[in-house]
């Protein structure tokens, strides 16, 4: 399985990026996919996960509830994270992550994102 990130770059304080994440394979086969980040110093965190199919819930981090949204497209075998409202302490590494229904964890490269004026 191999997931493709894009759609990181620089952008100001207050901007929106999108990121897609691209799956080699069918997306419904994995039970969720997500995005984490990991900003320089810091461990990697949870940003937004979500199912692949219809039903379960989404999960945001608290810092960017309400500002991010998650979503999929199946027939594209694609997950994007919408980001608007960036700040700073946005700036990270953005990884695609898709756990299987029997538990295997996959992990794409990461898209860099920088919010800065």
């Known amino acids: 399985v191999q997931l493709q990130a894009s759609g990181g770059g620089l952008v100001q304080p207050g901007g929106s990026l999108r990121l897609s994440c691209a799956a080699s394979e069918r997306i419904s086969r994995f039970k969720v996919m997500g995005w984490y980040r990991r900003a320089p110093g810091k461990q990697r965190e949870l940003v937004a996960v979500a199912p692949t199919t219809t039903g379960g819930s989404t999960d945001y981090a608290d810092s960017v509830k309400g500002r991010f949204t998650i979503s999929r497209d199946n027939a594209k075998n694609t997950v994007y994270l919408q980001m608007n409202s960036l700040k700073p302490e946005d700036t990270a590494v953005y990884y695609c992550?898709?756990?299987?229904?029997?538990?295997?964890?996959?992990w794409g490269k990461g898209t860099q994102v920088t919010v800065s004026s």
């Open positions: 992550n898709a756990i299987s229904s029997y538990g295997m964890d996959y």
